[in-house]
């Protein structure tokens, strides 16, 4: 609380030798003000130790100075994969030199309308989406309560809105050529989760690539214990399998789990890759090649264009394709 005691603004231009306005356009960040007048009102607000009334700021601005990341899954999932921190910290760093705040929300009951009446109730300037499903509501509410957002990934429900993704498509399609170049026939796929679309992307990338025939494919959540119950569903339903390309380094790791207890070995009798090129790529045994793609540029450039909006900047790309490139370690 602001003593009875603490400079004004009016006690700052009288310092400053300008009107109560100018000070308020520099506080504010306006144009307008010369050179010289904001060097004066600066050293006045150093000299008083003015600390302006944020409170008051925002009720002019009708900004509040706070962006949102909105992780659309359950608060487990986010803390056990790498890729969650990964985002955090490109978002963070995204917002540097902004004099933003960053409001961290994860996925909540959804019922009672809560994490939307939060975002659109003026609390935050705009929201970053990470981890949409398909079918999800929230960015059409947001759009329509004009709050401005991007997400982080493609959406598959055909809203118009920014997005910010990875090549996916494209990574997955040189993972399998990898995988042929090697002189594996019977390859298959541990594919993501085909309401995201990321999941999407990968199968279609490797399905691309892979002649019919020598195709194998089961399907799992971005988690380890998923990754193991598909592989052990391949090695069940294709005993011939000598390949696998996994949708995620996470489902990798439990793929390696299952293939040891079958006591397969890797490369040897399947060759492995993941996608990401996460921390865990390297910490296996043995390390996967993989598909990198630099998910903290994903957060840095997602939070780039929400910022953008933010002050208006025009014209912005309504998307941004970041590249992948495959990683050959020793899995394959």
């Known amino acids: 609380m602001r003593g009875s005691h603490a400079p004004t603004l009016e006690a700052v231009a009288r310092v400053a030798g300008v009107s109560r306005s100018t000070v308020s356009r520099v506080i504010n960040n306006l144009p307008g003000v010369s050179k ?8 006045a607000i150093a000299e008083l130790r003015y600390v302006p009334n944020q409170a008051a700021r925002n009720l002019v601005t009708r900004r509040t100075n706070s962006i949102a990341l909105v992780v659309s899954e359950r608060g487990d999932r986010v803390f056990s994969d790498p890729f969650f921190a990964k985002i955090l910290r490109g978002v963070y760093a995204g917002m540097t ?9 994860m ?15 003026g609390h935050v300037d705009g929201a970053v989406v ?10 059409a509410r947001l759009v329509e309560a004009g709050l401005p957002v991007v997400l982080v990934g493609r959406p598959l ?32 796929t541990i594919a993501g989760p085909q309401d995201m679309a990321a999941g999407v992307d990968r199968l279609n990338g490797w399905q691309a690539c892979v002649p019919e025939p020598g195709r194998r494919v089961a399907y799992s959540d971005f988690s380890v214990e998923g990754g ?20 995620a380094d996470i489902i990798a790791v439990g793929a390696l789990r299952t293939l040891a207890e079958h006591g397969k070995r890797v490369p040897d009798d399947i060759a492995l890759v993941g996608f990401d090129d996460s921390v865990l790529a390297t910490t296996t045994a043995p390390q ?20 953008a909006q933010l002050s208006g900047d025009q014209p912005l790309p309504p998307s941004v394709l970041l590249p992948t490139e495959l990683v050959e370690r020793s899995s394959t």
């Open 36 to 43: 010289r007048a904001k060097l004066a009102v600066d050293t």
């Open 97 to 105: 030199g902004s004099r933003r705040q960053l409001v961290l929300l």
């Open 107 to 121: 996925d909540q009951d959804r019922e009672d309308g809560a994490l939307e009446s939060y975002l659109c109730g």
């Open 130 to 139: 990470v981890s949409l499903h398909r079918g999800d509501p929230l960015p």
């Open 157 to 188: 429900s055909g809203i118009k809105v920014p997005y910010v993704d990875s090549d996916n498509f494209t990574g997955a399609a040189a993972a399998a050529r990898h995988l042929i170049a090697t002189g594996r026939r019977a390859i298959g």
């Open 228 to 247: 193991a119950r598909a592989m052990a569903e391949l090695l069940a339903e294709f005993p011939d399998i000598d390949a696998v390309f996994a949708a």
């Open 288 to 307: 996967l090649t993989t598909v990198r793609q630099d998910v903290e540029e994903l957060g840095r450039t997602t939070t780039w264009h929400l910022l």
